[in-house]
T-cell receptor, first 113, second 115 residues
């Protein structure tokens, strides 16, 4: 089945540690995205990538980093510089950046202890 | 910059009641509009979308939305809700004149349908 796989589903981290969230898609989509979802704030864009080896900052990129070395993979690193990292993280993809119709993974919930 | 407002943060309805969730956006150019739904424990999925043409669009599970350009609105409606419609609903807009089109989401509306 085609789709987007995010792992891990739940993750606990101590303050000061970096953590990497995985996102893999087998939809052959060019564009991939990372959103952060907080209660009452909807989804906010962290980073996006239109093609391999290219990515752009979204609205709340501070404290995060990404890479896009392969078309199917778009990992997100939450660094120790992110002041409020506890959140639900959603990865998405789209055929291209043209239509805006996104397909989402099931999300990763990060809790910083 | 684009923005999306969803005025109802929480809505509680009884089964068979009618539903209307408000969505307003601010963007001066051509837009694509979307409603996404997140059922408990499931991933976000597309409910319906508007690109052009008939401003009344129909989606899955009996939902529909009407694009009113003069009001910058894209309200979601369903004539008779079911318990299984309990979910969080997100309106999203994609401005068509901004190069790579980023989808901007509203803050979401949590719908609880009581049996």
């Amino acid at each position: 089945d085609g789709g987007i796989t995010q792992s891990p589903k739940y993750l606990f981290r101590k303050e000061g540690q970096n953590v990497t969230l995985s996102c893999e898609q087998n939809l052959n989509h060019d564009a991939m995205y990372w959103y952060r979802q907080d209660p009452g704030q909807g989804l906010r864009l962290i980073y996006y990538s239109q093609i391999v080896n290219d990515f752009q900052k979204g609205d709340i990129a501070e404290g995060y980093s990404v890479s896009r070395e392969k078309k199917e993979s778009f990992p997100l690193t939450v660094t120790s510089a992110q002041k409020n990292p506890t959140a639900f993280y959603l990865c998405a993809s789209s055929i291209s950046g043209v239509t805006g119709e996104l397909f989402f993974g099931e999300g990763s919930r990060l809790t910083v202890l | 910059a684009q923005s999306v407002s969803q005025h109802n943060h929480h809505v509680i309805l009884s089964e068979a009641a009618s539903l209307e969730l408000g969505c307003n956006y601010s963007y001066g150019g051509t837009v694509n509009l979307f409603w996404y739904v997140q059922y408990p424990g499931q991933h976000l999925q597309l409910l319906l979308k508007y690109f052009s043409g008939d401003p009344l669009v129909k989606g899955i599970k009996g939902f529909e939305a009407e694009f009113i350009k003069s009001k910058f609105s894209f309200n979601l409606r369903k004539p008779s809700v079911q318990w299984s419609d309990t979910a969080e609903y997100f309106c999203a807009v994609n401005g068509m004149n901004t190069g790579f089109q980023k989808l901007v989401f509203g803050t979401g509306t949590r719908l609880l349908v009581s049996p």
